[in-house]
Structures are given as C-alpha cells and as structure tokens.
C-alpha cells in the first residue's frame, strides 16, 4: 500500500554532524548501521517534496520503502521488533531504528490511521511466526527444568505482547498529555510531600517512570537515591531531563523493561503509576508487582492498594446509539456493493467493545460494589483471573443496560493516607469511567435484587476479557456480554487512548 508523506530526520548528535558536513550537497546519504544484517540509507530531501511510502508484504520480511517522485529509493528497513513507533498529533507517526528517528508525516488522518492498522496487522503476524519458531526451543527448555512445565503468565504476556503497548508512552506528545491531567499529577505530588518522612533519606524505585515525574517528586521529599525504569526510547528524555535539573547524582535512569534490568540496591519505597481503563487495562499492574522483589522488609508502595467498583446503570440512549453504530452495515448498494450480510457480525462486534465516556450518576440503579487489590500482597497470578460477584439491590425500576466501572487507588504513608478516584462523583481524570453494555436489557423493579460476577480474565494482548451475567433473582430474567477491553469504543473526548 502506498501513502504520499513528508519525512523529517530526528538523528543523534554524532549522526547530525556528519550530516551537517554535506549541507551543500543535495542528496547526501547517512549511513546508520542498525545491526550486522541491517543498514539504513536515506537521502535528504528538500522539505517541499513530496515522498511516496511504500509498505510491502511478502513471503519473508515486511519492506518499508519511501521513494521520490521518479521512483528513486531514498528510504528503506525491514519492519522488525526493533523498530520503535507510535503516533504524534493528528496525522504523524514516529518510527525510530538504532539511532535515527523519523517523523511521517500524512496528507491526511485516513491515511495514518491506515498505516498503522496495516503496520499493527504486520506487527502480529511476524510475531505470530516468531512465537511458533521460538515454540520448540522453549518446550525443550521447560522440559529440563521439572519444577515449571509451564510459562509462567507473566512470561507470555511480555512475549506476546505488541511492542507499542510499551512504546506508547515514548512519545513526549502522550507524556505531555499524562503530566497536564492535574488530578493525575497533582495527586501523586500531595501523597509524596505529605509523607516526606517514609522518602527523606531513603532509596525510592520509579516503576515505567515515562518522564520521570514521580521520581522528581520523591527527590522533593527528600530521598537520597532513586533508580527511574524507564522503557526506550522514552528512557533517553528521562535522562535529559535528570541532567538538566541537575539531578544525575540522585536519579539513576535504567533502560528496559523492569522485568529486564537489575536494580542496584534493595528499595525503601516503589512509586509508579500503574493504572490503566478499570484500573487493569495495559497490565502495568503486573510490572508495578514484579518490582516488589527489590522492596525491604516493611517497605512502601504507591500506590498501595487499588478499589475496582461497579454498578448497574440504565442508559436507553446509549444503549440505542450504540446498536444504530452497525447500521452503515445495512447499506445494500455501498458503491455498487451489498453490505447487509456483516451487518450482524457488526453489531456483535460493537457490543463487545466497553464504552470509555462519563456520565451522570442518577443513572445508577443502585449503590456500588467493590473488588479491592492490596498491591502489598497480591501476586502477578491474583492479576490473571478475577471474579467479582455482585448482588445488587435496586434502588428504582427500569431496565439495566449495563454495568459501570471506576476504580479509586490509596497513597497509604505513615503520615497520610491519599486517594485518587475515578468515580464519576469526582474530577474527571484521564481514566474516564467505563462501560459494559448487555446483549439484552434486563428488566427489574425497585427493591429486587441483580445477582452475577463480572469475571476479568488477562489475555496476550496486554489487557483483559471481561465477562459479565447477570440475573433478576425474582424473575429469573438473565443476560451477559463478552467484552474485550484492548478494543474499547472512546464515546467522548479523552485526555489519552490505553493500547
């Protein structure tokens, strides 16, 4: 497939200098070595010019070519899993290899959006065929270790998972946007300040620390050392910013995943900012438990503990605006071409993505219930499957479309205990609240009681599959819904999309 864009070269220090030396020149090409079997070669090209991208498919690895208006190759690298990537504004996307960055920039949003739903169907192909070559190898390597015949969850989630899970928050437009939520930032400042005591003089670990900001907050109230987890490329800003506040001899950057890196000493207190939709999206979660392992005896972390609530809601409009959304399905002479036959398979589609919006709380039929998670406890496996059972007694009749979800995470210092809500009672944040739809509305009446569980249950694609039944106990009416919270459907405007 191919896109007209205009290209602009982010490369290292060392690389821009040897650039900068063939200025006069009109194609001067810069030759980055990426690895013994791949080189990148571009030209520099006037800003004016248009470029043609090229995405090719083939038996073997996948080609992005961008060529110039004659034809000429000017750009070319084998999409690998070393390719960072993630979007920046409307209509541009960032890709990085080794030490060069590229900004694409598309005649229009369709085009982007295109790309990359290309790209990501590229993304999950190759790493399908690589988790079949890598298959054998790992069954015989778990055969010869008798007390794990089995990977464990956490190994398949960082083995499956799509790369932009982690490269998302690499972008400084999407840390731009986590910093400028003010319940968010200023939040997580109150609950450190207000406890400088558990950070003075201590050793603070900074979980998927993005910018950093949590960690300079730990060293406002005090603490000696911290060590900030950074994922690349976001880790190389993390540094710039350390040294630019003059920070180096007490923020110590370690790039990777903390599954990957070595922390230097043992930590007083863990600080991250885990939370995805319903508290679990992303499954960071999971990272922010890993990292307990480098805690002392008596240590903290904060976020400490983390509430997921629900409630039956009755909202008709959505409910109907969400079925009108497969009606373009219904078109019999799309361009010429009958559409009718996906209308169904549309509509299931649809159902199954959780609506990510904020609403009025007279909507809910009655008062919450409550699944709580003390992150001081709980274990990677507790995050895998959850079931929440619920019994709801109404508090005015109507049909129950569905089931809300928010989710309020505790500070919990020796001198304070601070809370962050999501709730739609509260500020809105960048979580929004979320909601489950049911296949079919259930009808009740004041005073009865709607009994079920809401079951999370983790899956390869760094986040959840939430399965709902519900019954009317008195009438033994019953309805559910599968959901997939990787896909959710953004009903309003967001600070941020979760991948």
Same mark, same amino acid.
């Given at each position: 497939m191919a896109f007209p864009v205009r290209i602009f070269t982010l490369q290292e220090e060392m690389i821009a200098e040897e650039a900068h030396m063939d200025t006069q020149k009109e194609e001067a090409q810069?030759?980055?070595?990426?690895?013994?079997? +791949?080189?990148?070669?571009?030209?520099?090209?006037?800003?004016?010019?248009?470029? !043609?991208?090229?995405?090719?498919?083939?038996?073997e690895a996948q080609q992005l070519i961008v060529q110039d208006g004659n034809r000429a190759s000017v750009f070319q690298f084998t999409v690998s899993k070393?390719?960072?990537?993630?979007?920046?504004?409307?209509?541009?996307?960032?890709? @990085? !290899?080794?030490?060069?960055?590229?900004?694409?920039?598309?005649?229009?949003?369709?085009?982007?959006?295109?790309f990359?739903?290309?790209?990501?169907?590229?993304?999950?192909?190759?790493?399908?065929? @690589?988790?079949?070559?890598?298959?054998? /190898?790992?069954?015989?390597?778990? /055969?010869?270790?008798?007390?794990?015949?089995?990977? /464990?969850?956490?190994?398949?989630?960082?083995k499956n998972a799509p790369t932009q899970c982690y490269q998302f928050h690499s972008c400084l437009s999407q840390q731009q946007s986590l910093l400028q939520d003010y319940q968010r930032t200023a939040t997580y400042q109150r609950a450190?300040?207000?406890?400088?005591?558990?950070?003075?003089?201590?050793?603070?670990?900074?979980?998927?620390?993005?910018?950093?900001?949590?960690s300079f907050f730990a060293v406002q109230a005090g603490a000696t050392r911290v060590y900030a987890v950074a994922s690349s490329p976001m880790a190389k800003y993390t540094q710039i910013l350390v040294q630019s506040n003059h920070l180096s001899e007490r923020i110590c950057v370690l790039e990777g995943e903390v599954e990957d890196v070595s922390c230097p000493d043992m930590v007083d207190v863990i600080? /991250?900012?885990?939370?995805?939709?319903?508290?679990?999206?992303e499954r960071l979660m999971e990272s922010f438990l890993y990292a307990r392992k480098w805690l002392k005896p008596n240590g903290l972390m904060f976020p400490s503990y983390g509430d997921i609530h629900l409630a039956p809601f009755s909202d008709e409009e959505l409910y109907f605006e969400h079925h009108a959304r497969a009606s373009f399905w219904q078109q019999r002479s799309f361009y010429g071409v009958n559409l009718s036959a996906l209308h169904s398979p549309a509509?299931?589609?649809?159902?199954? +993505?959780?609506?990510?919006? %904020?609403?009025?709380?007279? #909507?809910?039929?009655?008062?919450?219930?409550?699944h709580c998670i003390n992150f001081?406890?709980?274990?990677?496996?507790?995050?895998?499957?959850?079931? #929440?059972?619920?019994?709801?007694?109404?508090?005015?009749?109507?049909?129950?479309?569905?089931?809300?979800? =928010?989710?309020?995470?505790?500070?919990m210092g020796s001198q304070s205990t601070v809370w962050l809500s999501t709730a739609?009672?509260?500020?809105? @944040?960048? =979580?929004? +609240?979320?909601?489950?739809?049911?296949?079919?509305?259930?009808?009740?009446?004041?005073?009865? %009681?709607?009994?079920?569980?809401?079951?999370?249950?983790?899956?390869?694609?760094?986040?959840?599959?939430?399965h709902i039944t519900a019954t009317v106990d008195q009438s033994g009416f019953r309805s559910g819904n599968i959901l997939d919270l990787k896909n959710p459907f953004f009903r309003s405007p967001v600070f941020l999309c979760d991948t």
């Amino acid at each position: 497939m191919a896109f007209p864009v205009r290209i602009f070269t982010l490369q290292e220090e060392m690389i821009a200098e040897e650039a900068h030396m063939d200025t006069q020149k009109e194609e001067a090409q810069v030759h980055v070595e990426v690895s013994r079997e +791949q080189q990148i070669s571009v030209c520099r090209q006037r800003e004016e010019q248009e470029l !043609i991208l090229l995405l090719t498919t083939g038996l073997e690895a996948q080609q992005l070519i961008v060529q110039d208006g004659n034809r000429a190759s000017v750009f070319q690298f084998t999409v690998s899993k070393e390719m960072d990537c993630c979007q920046v504004g409307a209509q541009s996307f960032l890709v @990085t !290899i080794g030490q060069m960055s590229l900004l694409l920039q598309f005649k229009t949003p369709a085009d982007m959006k295109n790309f990359q739903q290309l790209l990501k169907r590229v993304d999950c192909e190759t790493q399908r065929c @690589t988790d079949e070559d890598e298959s054998v /190898s790992k069954d015989a390597e778990r /055969s010869q270790t008798p007390s794990r015949s089995h990977p /464990s969850m956490l190994e398949t989630r960082i083995k499956n998972a799509p790369t932009q899970c982690y490269q998302f928050h690499s972008c400084l437009s999407q840390q731009q946007s986590l910093l400028q939520d003010y319940q968010r930032t200023a939040t997580y400042q109150r609950a450190i300040l207000v406890n400088e005591t558990d950070f003075r003089n201590k050793v603070v670990l900074d979980v998927c620390c993005g910018s950093g900001i949590l960690s300079f907050f730990a060293v406002q109230a005090g603490a000696t050392r911290v060590y900030a987890v950074a994922s690349s490329p976001m880790a190389k800003y993390t540094q710039i910013l350390v040294q630019s506040n003059h920070l180096s001899e007490r923020i110590c950057v370690l790039e990777g995943e903390v599954e990957d890196v070595s922390c230097p000493d043992m930590v007083d207190v863990i600080v /991250s900012e885990p939370m995805g939709y319903m508290l679990l999206n992303e499954r960071l979660m999971e990272s922010f438990l890993y990292a307990r392992k480098w805690l002392k005896p008596n240590g903290l972390m904060f976020p400490s503990y983390g509430d997921i609530h629900l409630a039956p809601f009755s909202d008709e409009e959505l409910y109907f605006e969400h079925h009108a959304r497969a009606s373009f399905w219904q078109q019999r002479s799309f361009y010429g071409v009958n559409l009718s036959a996906l209308h169904s398979p549309a509509g299931d589609e649809f159902f199954r +993505q959780p609506i990510v919006d %904020t609403f009025d709380v007279h #909507i809910l039929m009655a008062r919450s219930v409550k699944h709580c998670i003390n992150f001081m406890e709980a274990t990677q496996e507790d995050l895998h499957r959850m079931e #929440i059972p619920f019994v709801f007694t109404l508090l005015q009749s109507g049909l129950v479309h569905g089931f809300a979800f =928010w989710f309020d995470v505790a500070y919990m210092g020796s001198q304070s205990t601070v809370w962050l809500s999501t709730a739609p009672t509260e500020p809105l @944040t960048r =979580w929004y +609240q979320v909601r489950c739809l049911l296949q079919t509305p259930l009808f009740a009446k004041l005073g009865q %009681t709607l009994s079920g569980t809401v079951l999370l249950a983790a899956n390869n694609r760094h986040s959840y599959d939430i399965h709902i039944t519900a019954t009317v106990d008195q009438s033994g009416f019953r309805s559910g819904n599968i959901l997939d919270l990787k896909n959710p459907f953004f009903r309003s405007p967001v600070f941020l999309c979760d991948t």
